[in-house]
């Protein structure tokens, strides 16, 4: 079965500062796709960026991007120029070609002025 | 926002009770999901839909029922409500249009059972 893994409970970065939150995955299949979202404490998700594991390219949008090495089965998140309204537990999700959707248990971000 | 709704948004229940919880989009989207989140669990999968009467069951399924009769609908029931089921549940839709797509969630609704 396939599952993700994130090893920081918490993180914390200072306001314009650059954080990176870590996530790996286990899983059997080649074409899949990954996703950062973002829970603010609004409770809402929101997604942030997303990734197809057939594209070699990184993906970016605005501050945020993401570093993926599909051989190491790793998809770390990187915040650039950290705002307060960064703030929020970040879960790490996968989805192959099937239908589920499995994430990761979270990592809460804080952000310090 | 994408139009999914879910209701009740909090919900107080007695032990053993069955309690229902709705999910309703008016996207037309082929696939929704209910999942369950709690403290260093993350959201963790009940069920799920790929289609009307299509159901299939996500790793946290035990005590929880599905249905869809209806593309816009899709129920949640405990059949007797427990205490470990208290918890916040959240309900998604994802697009078949693409691949790529991702998921929409709701607002979530917060149930407790004492």
Request: aromatic share 12%.
């Amino acid at each position: 079965a396939q599952t993700v893994t994130q090893s920081q409970p918490e993180m914390s970065v200072q306001e314009a500062e650059t954080v990176t939150l870590s996530c790996t995955y286990d899983t059997s299949e080649s074409d899949y796709y990954l996703f950062w979202y973002k829970q603010p404490p609004s409770r809402q998700m929101i997604l942030v960026i997303r990734q197809e594991a057939y594209k070699q390219q990184n993906a970016t949008e605005n501050r945020f991007s993401v570093n993926f090495q599909k051989a190491a089965k790793s998809f770390s998140l990187k915040i650039s120029d950290s705002q307060l309204g960064d703030a929020a537990m970040y879960f790490c999700a996968y989805r192959q070609n099937t239908d589920k959707l499995i994430f990761g248990t979270g990592t809460r971000l804080q952000v310090f002025p | 926002d994408a139009g999914i709704t879910q209701s009740p948004r909090h919900k107080v229940t007695e032990t053993g009770t069955p309690v229902t919880l709705r999910c309703h989009q008016t996207e037309n989207h082929r696939y929704m999901y209910w999942y369950r989140q709690d403290p260093g669990h993350g959201l963790r999968l009940i069920h799920y839909s790929y289609g009307v009467k299509d159901t299939d069951k996500g790793e946290v399924s035990d005590g929880y029922s599905v249905s869809r009769s209806k593309t816009e609908d899709f129920l949640l029931t405990l059949e007797s409500a427990t205490s470990s089921q208290t918890s916040v549940y959240f309900c998604a839709i994802r697009a078949q249009d693409s691949r790529r797509t991702e998921a929409f969630f709701g607002q979530g609704t917060r149930l407790t059972v004492v």
